[in-house]
């Protein structure tokens, strides 16, 4: 693992004056500004050279997907925002960053100690980087979704600049706080509930108790019974097609017989970046069936394997997903971090931003059939997840879930970055907050932009979709 230069100076008023002084290179107003740079590429030439590498026959998925709304095409763009973002003011002060901060990368989990906590759940691109990075996609992704919802624009604003001042305050709260108090602080049902009492309605507060009890619901033996059948008395993965292949429908016999070879090895390889007690957990589960599945918005086309695997007996499953790690979109403007291999890069990220992780959250790199070596990361396919649904909130809602955002942004953040640097840049008045509202809105009219540019592509056949 690289190793991570500690904050300097090393005493909290010099920290502190470090923030301050990157006031004069990165004014906080700003971070107001965003105009497309003369020399922007296509946008579809962006999207479609981001998908080259990926599975050919599930890209048309991936644009299908991508030109359902602006808030899907948002999705799907992380690598067209950072494009953007490094032509934007950077404050030069960096941390963790998760590299795709929309509102639907924060949700419910599962801790190991099987509380339901709230955290950032997406890690694909995370990487070192400018910490506003992450606050301008969160405040550009409340926009998209409140527009949709047609929320009027002062509306939008609230809810962009309460999001904002909660990460701000939080941010200001934990550089008066131990290292020891940050890294401990994490956020469970207990405490949103209280924080969401005070801020939503009647109607608000029993959303958020359906999604708590949805969440516990999606565990890993309810991902059992809908991705499983039996046949001959035996449970197996049960096709979907296109969304979810069975290697027995996806290769001829010999080709399946070395993948799955393939992804056996990559499983007992994995295991050796665990720790050492779920180590010897994980081996006490056998293969029991693999299939390739289509995932997410942006991910779509990327390796994702799910494999099955039986405990005790045919009723104690294990369902594992092997996700693709390629180089983040970050990396061209932020550098390398250093990793081995990138799955290692996304396991050690979200390690770090997290309060807390999956238990079988690990890494491996493994030489597919093609001859092509590539990265893999591995976790829980679904421990009670839930997440939000912007499309049912009303302002009042979206405002208090952009709060709760805001504040598990900043407490990632604080964990990596130099938080007392960082509070000290933000200050105690609202001078970020108004400048990212603008910002959101502005970058909000270049994504309708660039969805619109993808969606002519699609007319006139520049690019196929496919629906799923």
Known sequence: MPPRTPPTPSTPEERAALGRKARAAAPRSSHAEYSPAYDRPDVVDVVEEQSAA??????????????????RFYRGAAGVMAMDLADTPQSSLRAQLCGDAHLLNFRLLASPERHLMFDINDFDETLPGPFEWDVKRLSASLVIAARANGFSTKQRAGIVRAAVRSYRERMRGYAG?????????????????????????????RMWQEAADKARARDNLQAFDKLTETVDGERRLAADPPLIVPLRDLLDDADRNELERQLVRL??????????????????????????????????????????LLGRDSEDPLILQ??????????????????????????SGQRLMQATSDIFLGWERVDGLDGRRRDFYVRQL????????PELMVPQGMRAFGELFGATLARAHARSGDRIAIAAYLGSGDVFDRALAEFAELYADQ??????????????????TQSA
């Open 54 to 71: 990926r599975v050919q026959e599930l890209v048309p998925i991936r644009y299908g997907r991508m030109t359902e709304s602006p808030f």
């Open 267 to 308: 499983l007992r390889r994995y295991g050796r970046t665990l720790p050492s007690d779920r180590r010897f957990l994980l081996d006490q589960y056998r293969v029991a069936g693999m299939a390739r599945k289509v995932v997410g918005v942006g991910s779509v086309g990327t390796r994702c394997w799910i494999v099955l």
């Open 382 to 389: 679904r421990d009670w997840k839930g997440i939000a649904q």
């Open 322 to 347: 092997a996700k693709e790690a390629g180089p983040s979109v970050l990396e061209p403007y932020c550098g390398s971090a250093g990793y081995r291999t990138q799955g290692e890069r996304v396991v």
């Open 177 to 205: 706080m131990g290292n020891l108090d940050v890294w401990y602080t994490r956020f469970d049902e207990d405490w949103v509930r209280k924080q969401f009492s005070q801020k939503v309605s009647a109607h608000g507060r």
């Open 447 to 464: 994504n309708e932009r660039d969805f619109d540019a993808l969606a002519k592509a699609v007319r006139t056949g520049r690019v196929a």
